[in-house]
C-alpha cells in the first residue's frame, strides 16, 4: 500500500514539473518576443513614441532642441538618421531614455552601414569580440 501510495506522490510530482516547466517556458517564450519587438524598433520610431506619449507637438520638441520639425519629423519617419550632434539634444531632452536613444541609434546606424554586406553577421560577431576585447573597464 506504501508502494502504491509512494508512486501515486511521484506521479503527480512528475506532472507538477511539467507544469511548471510549461509555464517557465511559455514565459520565456513571452519574454523573449517582448525584447525582439523592443529590439526591433528604430531610432525613429522609438522618438515618435516618447513624443506622442508626453502629448508634444513635433513643433513643441524642434523648439526645445533647436531642431527644424520638418527634419524632426524625417527623423521619426526613418527617412534620415540624425547626427551624434542631435542625439546629443534628443538625449539631452528625453533624459529618463537616454540609454535606449543612444542604443537605437547606434543599433540603425551599424544596420544600415552593413544591410547589404554579405558577410554582416559574421563582421558583426568580429567587432563585438574587438570591443570585448578593447575594453578599458
Not at 48 to 67: D, H, Q, T
Request: glycine share 2%; charged share 30%.
Amino acid at each position: 500500500k506504501l508502494l502504491r501510495k509512494n508512486k501515486i506522490i511521484f506521479i503527480y510530482l512528475t506532472i507538477f514539473v511539467k507544469t511548471i516547466n510549461c509555464n517557465y517556458a511559455f514565459y520565456n517564450t513571452i519574454f523573449s518576443i517582448k525584447n525582439e519587438i523592443q529590439m526591433s524598433k528604430t531610432i525613429g520610431a522609438i522618438l515618435r513614441e516618447l513624443r506622442e506619449a508626453k502629448g508634444l507637438l513635433l513643433r513643441e520638441v524642434g523648439a526645445n532642441i533647436s531642431l527644424d520639425p520638418t527634419l524632426l519629423s524625417k527623423i521619426e519617419q526613418d527617412k534620415r538618421m540624425p547626427t551624434r550632434a542631435q542625439v546629443k539634444s534628443l538625449t539631452d531632452f528625453y533624459q529618463d531614455q537616454k540609454e535606449e536613444i543612444l542604443i537605437a541609434w547606434l543599433s540603425d546606424k551599424l544596420y544600415y552601414e552593413v544591410l547589404d554586406e554579405e558577410h554582416a553577421l559574421l563582421a558583426m560577431k568580429v567587432a563585438e569580440e574587438k570591443i570585448k576585447y578593447n575594453r578599458k573597464d
